[in-house]
């Protein structure tokens, strides 16, 4: 038979480390405090993982399965918000590159302007309803890039270059929008109006005219002459050294 062990009168709770009277060989001195310590346990044991919010940058405890879930994929919320955000601005991302790879590749292949019969219904259309094109900033009203533009260079602006006869498909004269006569050298400085096809058309009418006379054109962006002025100065001074060589 085995020595009977006769249990100690008094214990110390290992939670609340309150004294008790032991009915059985347990070191808590209740079944709540037997929980709470299994609970410790489980949690020291539970894997978490630390890394910044992917929209805000907050960081945060990941605990959770889902939590995990994502943080292995690098991305982690601090708040729904964040959550609803972040799913926003991917979705727009991938739209973006979907368009991008797929869509502007069938608008250049679908183009209808392409097709010179459907060209042709609607230049007669509008021509039936009398639309006429907005005036842009060009043909005589001098914009902002083309006067600090001129202005860096010391050029003048609105250089007429006269076509002599009109000749079809070519006005009277040409307006340069600044110009250099002596090295004929020709700046155009062009708005966004400039990549509708039919003023792309006129634009290569007129830098064909000018070169047939020995100009040199050269052409400027609206935002480049904005963005980067000693840029496009520097290009100029290139074309000028290259000329008077």
């Known amino acids: 038979m085995p020595k009977y062990t006769e249990l100690p009168k008094k214990r110390i709770c290992k939670v609340c480390n309150s004294e008790f009277q032991p009915v059985n060989y347990s070191i808590f001195c209740s079944k709540k405090c037997q929980e709470s310590r299994l609970s410790e346990i489980k949690a020291s044991k539970k894997k978490t993982i630390t890394l910044p919010c992917v929209t805000c940058g907050t960081t945060v405890i990941a605990s959770t399965s889902l939590e995990l879930q994502y943080a292995r994929k690098g991305r982690a919320y601090c708040s729904e918000i964040c959550k609803k955000e972040f799913i ?120 064909a005219f000018l070169e047939s006379l020995g100009w040199k054109v050269i052409r400027f962006w609206n935002k480049e002459v904005n963005s980067n002025l000693d840029e496009c100065v520097r290009r100029v001074k290139e074309l000028v050294t290259s000329k008077a060589a």
């Not at 010179?116 to 021509?127: G, I, R, S, W």
């Not at 094109?133 to 007429?160: D, F, I, R, Y």
Request: glycine letters at 6%; one cysteine or more.
């Open 88 to 207: 926003k601005q991917k979705s727009s991302k991938v739209m973006a590159e979907t368009n991008r790879k797929y869509a502007s590749e069938r608008m250049r292949k679908k183009n209808p302007m392409h097709n010179p019969e459907a060209k042709a219904k609607m230049k007669a259309k509008l021509k039936e309803i009398g639309w006429k094109p907005p005036v842009h900033k060009g043909n005589g009203h001098l914009t902002e890039p083309q006067k600090v533009l001129a202005a860096a260079l010391n050029w003048p602006m609105e250089v007429a270059v006269n076509t002599g006869k009109r000749q079809a498909g070519l006005p009277t004269c040409f307006k340069i929008d600044i110009a250099n006569e002596e090295l004929k050298i020709a700046i155009e400085v062009d708005g966004g109006s400039h990549h509708a096809l039919a003023i792309k058309e006129q634009d290569a009418r007129k830098t």
